[in-house]
C-alpha cells in the first residue's frame, strides 16, 4: 500500500518544506506557553501529511520534521560546544546537527510504522499515529540515557492539556496531542473522511480530549503539610569564569555574603556553587559555612563536587543542618544520578571528541536511583540536579514509599554552558510539568536562571529575572500525597504508556488493509 486511495499529495519538495517548517515553528510553543495551540496544528499537519504518504515518505517527512524539531529547539548546545568547549564553529553546528539527525531516526521509524498501518477509520488512525509518535518520543527519552529536552508535552503546562499531567505524565500528554492531530488530520484528510460523521466524530474527540483535561487538572491528590521559608541564590558567574582557578576565591566570597544575608528557613544555592571539593577549601572559610547552619537557625542545600581520586567523584549537593552534623561527611548528600552524556560521563568510543574540547569533564559516578531527602522541620525535600529533572518517572521512583515521599522538590542548577539561550524558560517549563506531575512544589536555585519557586499547581510564585545577581526570599507550602501518575511511574517506569501504544499497533498492524 503506497497512499491512502482518494488522499491529497503534495509535490515532494513542498510536503518536505511544509512539514520542516512545521517541526521548527512549533517550538515557539516550548518558550511562550500562551503558543500551545502552535505545537498542536504542527503535529496535526505531520499527521495529515503522513497519512497520504507511502510508508517510505512518510519515514522522511518524519526525520524532517524531528531534525527541524530538534535543530530549532535545542540549538543552545552551539553556544556550550563553540563559546566554551572552544571547538570550531562549523564543528559545533555539525555537532549539533548530528545529534537532532540522529535522534529523528527515531520519528522516521514511527511515522514508517503509522504509515504502514494506517487504518480507514478517522480515530482509528488518530490512535495509530499517537501510538507510534509516542513511541518515538520514549525511545528518545530512554535511550543511549535518554534526551527527552523538547518533548511534546511540555508545550502544554499552560494549556488544557496539561491538567492531564497528574494522571499520564509529560508522555502521556505527548500522545494525547498526537491524537488530536491525528483526528484533525482525518477530517481533512483522504477523500472517505471528508463525510459530515468524519468530520463530527473528529472534532467532539479532540473537543473531550483538550476541554477532558481542564477537568482532569482540577483534582487535588495531595494535602498541604506546612510551609518554609527558603532563600534561593543566584549569582549568575560567566560561565568562562566559574572553574578558573584566578576567580574561584572571588566565587567563594560572593557566596558567603549571600549566605550571611539569608533569612529562610532553607537556603538552596545552584549546582557547583562551591566549585571545589571539600579538601581543596580553605579550612577557615568552610568551618565557617558549616558552623553557621549547625547552629540550628537554617539549614542549607549547596552544590559541590564530592569524592577523591580513589573512590571518584560525584556531582553531589551537601545539605548542611543541625540534624545531619553527625552524618559520615559531616552533612546529608545527594549525588546525582542521572549524568550527562559528554558533560559527566564519555560515551564508549567518543573521548577523541571530548578532548578537542576544553570544557572541565569528568567521568563521575552515579548516585542511587532512590535517594533519601533532607529534613528541614517537617518537610522531605528532594533534591536533583539540573538536567535530571527531566526524568519525571526517576523522581517518581522516589514517592514508592509514601511514608519517605518528599513534600518539596529542589533543582540545583548551571546553565550558563548555554548563554543568555531559550535554554533558560525552557528548563522552567520542564520544571514546571514536574510540579504538575507530581503535585509537588519546587525550587529552583540556578547560576543564571531562572531562580523561582514553582507551586504544586505549576505556577511560578516567585522568582529572580535571569541573568542578573541577586538571592529570592519566598515562602513554599509542602504537599503530602501521590497522584495517579506518581504511583503507577513509582512502580512501572514508562512501561504502562509503551505496552499501551504496543498494543494499538499490534491490533492495526493485524487489521491493515492488504494490497
Known sequence: ????????????????????????????????????????????????????????????????????????????LYVSLHRYGGLPAWMAALAVFALASFLSLYLAAAMALAARCRPGNTLAYAAVFAAAFVLAELARGVIFTGFPWVAAGYAHVDSPLGGWAPWIGVYGIGALVAFVGGAIAGAIGGARLRSPRG?????????????????????????????????????????????????????????????????????????????????????AWWGTVLAHF????????????????????TNSVAGISAANASAPDGFYRYDKHHLVPFGEFIPTGFRWFTELMHIPLGDFNRGPLVAPSFVVGVERVAPNICYEDLFGEELAARFSDPAAAPTILANVSNIGWFGETIAVPQHLQISR???????????????????????????????????????????????????????????????????????????????????
Not at 46 to 75: E, Y
Not at 262 to 279: C, F, H, M, N, Y
Request: glycine share 10%; aromatic share 10%.
Open 1 to 76: 500500500m503506497l497512499r491512502e486511495p482518494g488522499a491529497r499529495t503534495l509535490p515532494w519538495p513542498v510536503d518536505i518544506a511544509v512539514v520542516g517548517l512545521a517541526g521548527a515553528v512549533q517550538t515557539v510553543a516550548y518558550v511562550h506557553t500562551a503558543w500551545w495551540p502552535l505545537q498542536l496544528f504542527a503535529l496535526a499537519l505531520l499527521a495529515w501529511r503522513v497519512r497520504a504518504a507511502s510508508p517510505g515518505r512518510a519515514a522522511a517527512l518524519g526525520f524532517v520534521f524531528g531534525c527541524a524539531w530538534l535543530c530549532a529547539g535545542v540549538w543552545w
Open 433 to 515: 510539568m514536574r510540579t504538575l506531575e507530581l503535585q509537588r512544589p519546587m525550587l529552583r536555585a540556578t547560576n543564571t536562571g531562572t531562580t523561582a519557586v514553582i507551586d504544586h499547581r505549576g505556577v511560578v510564585t516567585a522568582a529572580l529575572p535571569p541573568f542578573t545577581r541577586g538571592t529570592l526570599d519566598a515562602t513554599v507550602e509542602g504537599r503530602s500525597g501521590v497522584t495517579p501518575y506518581t504511583w503507577w511511574a513509582a512502580r512501572f517506569g514508562l512501561w504502562p504508556l509503551a505496552l499501551a501504544a504496543f498494543a494499538v499497533l499490534v491490533r492495526a498492524w493485524a487489521r491493515r488493509p492488504r494490497p
Open 199 to 283: 468530520w463530527l466524530a473528529s472534532g467532539l474527540a479532540a473537543i473531550v480530549v483538550v476541554l477532558g483535561g481542564a477537568v482532569a487538572g482540577s483534582a487535588a491528590f495531595t494535602k498541604p503539610t506546612s510551609t518554609l521559608t527558603v532563600t534561593l541564590l543566584q549569582g549568575n558567574i560567566p560561565q568562562n569564569e566559574k572553574f578558573e582557578a584566578r576567580f574561584i576565591d572571588d566565587a567563594l566570597a560572593l557566596l558567603a555574603s549571600q549566605l550571611e544575608r539569608s533569612k529562610g528557613q532553607l537556603v538552596v544555592g545552584p549546582e557547583t556553587v562551591i566549585p571545589r571539593l571539600p579538601a581543596q577549601l580553605d579550612p
Open 294 to 313: 549547625r547552629a540550628g537557625r537554617q539549614s542549607a542545600l549547596l552544590g559541590l563536587p564530592l569524592g577523591d581520586e580513589t573512590l571518584g567523584y
